[in-house]
């Protein structure tokens, strides 16, 4: 397994914009399917965006389509979440996490299939 750490949080007026990273230490962060979820309050986690192994397939829930942007840099270990057009509604905590993925191109949709996960990290949409 990976341990994640994330970082980048914050309170941001709405409209604005944040960038998350997830750094990944261990071996083999390439043979990872990666994703971030989100919780509010009062709600259940929910897949906001995935990763394939190779970089090359992206998968967003429809809520942040156009808005959010998933990538990963191999050679830092990291992936990264850019969110643009923030809203009150994408308050929640954020969380990294990663899934062993057979294949390159594969993205990761269930929760269950991700084995290792970061501590989250806040972030505060004000309207």
């Known amino acids: 397994q990976v341990q994640l750490v994330e970082s980048g949080g914050g309170l941001v007026q709405a409209g604005g914009s944040l960038r998350l990273s997830c750094t990944a230490s261990g071996r083999a962060f390439s043979t990872y399917a990666m994703g971030w979820f989100r919780q509010a309050p009062g709600k259940e986690r929910e897949l906001v965006a995935g990763?394939?192994?190779?970089?090359?397939?992206?998968y967003y829930t429809d809520s942040v389509k156009g808005r959010f942007t998933i990538s990963r840099d191999h050679a830092k270990n990291t992936v990264y979440l850019q969110m643009n057009s923030l809203k009150p509604e994408d308050t929640a905590v954020y969380y990294c996490?990663?899934?062993?993925?057979?294949?390159?191109?594969?993205?990761?949709?269930?929760?269950?299939?991700?084995?290792?996960w970061g501590q989250g990290t806040q972030v505060t949409v004000s309207s």
């Open positions: 990763i394939s192994r190779n970089g090359g397939t992206t």
């Open positions: 996490a990663a899934a062993k993925a057979d294949y390159n191109t594969i993205v990761v949709v269930t929760q269950n299939d991700f084995g290792s």
